[in-house]
């Protein structure tokens, strides 16, 4: 036993955002998120290619006019609502555990965080990624940059991973409190739950196995140990456990995936098609929860709030309704304590 007892601090990451709603800045931002290989799966030369001369000429004025839509005062909404998490998750857990928040891409960086822990007396972290499906082109990403930062250092810091936490009662039953009023006031005669796609290729990369990722329909019906690291089998793990907690009936509710990009396959069914083909079904009032994400941000607020309302009304919906991540909510901040306690179980702070 160690004469001076670890001094622990929480690490929570997400993916970041840019510092302004402008194509410099955006441009800036994306440079960094989309030249990761673990985002675009391709050979150096071809991803550099790709960024250059069609990515990055064009799309950041796009991805500005975006993001102007959802920015406030306070700056860009995943970062306002991460600032938020951080600040009410440290009350909870009292000074004896030292919370942090950091971005994969962009600021405040995931290399100051560790180097601020650090200087604070920090010996041992818990990483806490911010997103509750597993996928290596985010919790992978994110676990990658940690161990390079942290190997960095002379006194590297013990690390400590919180593992994803899709179906966790924490996540499951913060997201179901923060649905349930916005469902009884919106009164849907359906329910999306919507997701960040993932190109099939980096899917069936993740397959141990290597013969059992979409190969066949139901491939997602349940969590073995053959795709125990399937991100789309994590989803649909997600949608069970909340279509359970909130008691929705099983043929009014659906999974879906979004933000595909590029002509590569992506795994489906989309929730753009969905949206459109539920409203021409007679579909007058449709609610669409985004369990992949813990905070709001561009992917929930402009794509399914803005652009995914437009087209459910073009397409002959009444009304759709997006209903909130759970983001710096009380139920998600006890949801937090509650992981990280399961995950670290000697970790300070009241349970």
Not at 35 to 55: E, F, Q, T, Y
């Amino acid at each position: 036993m160690s004469r001076f007892p670890l001094k622990t601090a929480v690490l929570l990451v997400n993916l970041g955002s840019p510092v302004a709603p402008t194509p410099p800045a955006v441009r800036v931002f994306l440079r960094e998120f989309l030249g990761d290989p673990r985002v675009l799966d391709m050979p150096g030369i071809a991803r550099a290619m790709l960024l250059n001369l069609v990515i990055l000429p064009f799309r950041p004025r796009k991805a500005a006019e975006a993001y102007e839509k959802i920015w406030s005062e306070e700056g860009s909404p995943l970062m306002v609502h991460g600032r938020a998490l951080r600040e009410r998750v440290a009350d909870r857990l009292g000074p004896a555990v030292r919370v942090e928040l950091a971005m994969r891409y962009g600021h405040p960086t995931i290399e100051a965080a560790l180097d601020r822990l650090r200087w604070s007396g920090c010996d041992r972290v818990v990483i806490f990624p911010l997103y509750p499906q597993f996928a290596a082109s985010t919790t992978g990403s994110i676990l990658e940059e940690v161990y390079r930062q942290a190997g960095l250092l002379w006194n590297t810091p013990f690390i400590h991973v919180v593992e994803p936490y899709y179906d966790h009662p924490g996540f499951i039953d913060a997201a179901a409190e923060v649905a349930r009023p916005a469902l009884d006031a919106a009164r849907p005669d359906f329910v999306l739950c919507s997701y960040h796609g993932l190109p099939e290729k980096q899917v069936r990369k993740g397959d141990d196995t290597g013969n059992q990722c979409l190969a066949a329909t139901d491939c997602c019906d349940r969590i073995w140990e053959g795709n125990r690291n399937c991100y789309r089998a994590q989803c649909f793990a997600t949608s069970r456990a909340l279509r359970g907690r909130l008691g929705l009936a099983a043929d009014a509710t659906a999974t879906t995936f979004q933000s595909r990009f590029g002509k590569t396959p992506w795994i489906q069914p989309f929730t753009d098609v969905e949206i459109t083909a539920l409203a021409r079904r007679g579909v007058k009032r449709l609610a669409v929860l985004c369990p992949a994400f813990v905070a709001d941000c561009l992917e929930t607020l402009e794509e399914i709030g803005i652009r995914g309302r437009d087209a459910f009304r073009a397409a002959g919906g009444d009304e759709l309704t997006l209903i909130p991540c759970v983001n710096s909510h009380a139920a998600w901040i006890e949801g937090v304590v509650h992981i990280l306690h399961d995950s670290a179980p000697w970790l300070a702070g009241g349970a």
